[in-house]
């Protein structure tokens, strides 16, 4: 008789991923450091800056992952779903701030140039780290895909960029071997910074796209436009067999939706009658949206002013 395979928790598939991400992140940090120190290329420093705050950023996304799936309690009565936002948005402001001050490092090499020790290691390192960041995010964001994790979504949107920018360096490191072979010396102490500032303004256009919607999500913004246009329409759906729709508020925390509807009964509506149409609402409200928490109340439609009677024998 085959057995059957158990399927491991949520959690301990996105614990297991981070937990990799930790180590490719150590591995980054420590080749890109030791080579960068050691040939002076402020390039493959930047890149260890990156992987330190990789690294940072994934103990916290390990914390986060296990926060995520806590039940709501006294302190936070919606739960702990916003701390995915929260997570993807330290690592987003965390990489820019990364290229800034490389940038800074940078401008400083050009006013001050000082060739870089060798070219051939660097490319050979940056290489290695550019395989392995590769891996890495097409690894996480599988996993993520798989458990519609924002944060680990986040770790993946990362490790590509990463990816991008070692393979990058290593046609820069490639481009200085060049230029010594061909004679051009006096060049090539250039080419490593200009190099570092060049790809710290490619690498800061993706997280500061991103950090635009995980700040709407701290604020509690709106979701996407097409959950919001799925909610509007069938709250008005639902509302015509009541009176009409009151008002339909969304905001997002992570992966779940919580939504405010409120409709406008008619006053032959029983309560009865207005439970069972509250019970189906959500029903396939969670079908269509999933991890959507909604509140729904009703709302007595207002009567018409009542024009005042007028007394006989009064004017």
């Not at 614990?15 to 150590?26: F, K, N, P, Q, T």
């Not at 936002?85 to 290229?99: D, E, R, V």
């Not at 519609?148 to 979504?153: D, P, V």
């Not at 509302?239 to 508020?249: D, I, L, Y």
Request: charged share 20%.
């Amino acid at each position: 008789m085959p057995t059957r395979r158990v399927r491991p928790p949520c959690g301990s598939r996105e614990a297991s991923a981070a937990r990799l991400s930790i180590v490719g992140a150590v591995l980054t940090f420590a080749v890109s450091s030791a080579v960068g120190v050691a040939c002076d290329s402020v390039a493959l420093l930047l890149d260890a800056g990156t992987g330190f705050l990789i690294l940072c950023m994934t103990l916290f996304a390990r914390v986060a992952i296990r926060k995520v799936g806590s039940p709501p309690d006294r302190l936070f009565h919606f739960g702990y779903g916003k701390y995915e936002p929260l997570a993807a948005a330290a690592q987003n402001i965390g990489i820019i701030s990364t290229c800034v001050l490389g940038s800074i490092v940078a401008v400083q090499d050009i006013i001050h140039p000082e060739d870089i020790v060798r070219y051939d290691l660097p490319a050979a390192s940056s290489l290695f780290c550019g395989m392995l960041a590769l891996a890495l995010g097409a690894y996480l964001r599988g996993v993520a895909g798989r458990e519609g994790s924002a944060i680990l979504r986040a770790s993946a949107t990362q490790w590509f960029v990463d990816a991008g920018l070692s393979f990058a360096m290593c046609a820069g490191f490639m481009l200085g071997i060049a230029a010594v072979r061909l004679g051009y010396r006096e060049a090539a102490p250039y080419i490593d910074p200009t190099m570092a500032i060049v790809l710290a303004l490619l690498f800061m256009r993706l997280p500061l796209r991103e950090l635009g919607g995980e700040l709407r999500e701290l604020l509690d913004g709106a979701p996407e436009r097409e959950i919001c246009d799925l909610i509007e329409g069938m709250a008005k759906r639902y509302g015509a067999r009541a009176c009409g729709v009151h008002r339909v508020r969304a905001r997002r925390a992570g992966r779940r939706t919580f939504l405010d509807v409120g409709f406008v009964v008619r006053e032959d509506l029983t309560a009865a009658e207005a439970a069972a149409l509250a019970d189906e609402f959500e029903r396939e409200l969670i079908g269509a949206v999933p991890g959507c928490e909604a509140t729904v109340y009703f709302k007595p439609a207002r009567r018409p002013p009542v024009a005042p009677r007028r007394v006989p024998g009064l004017s």
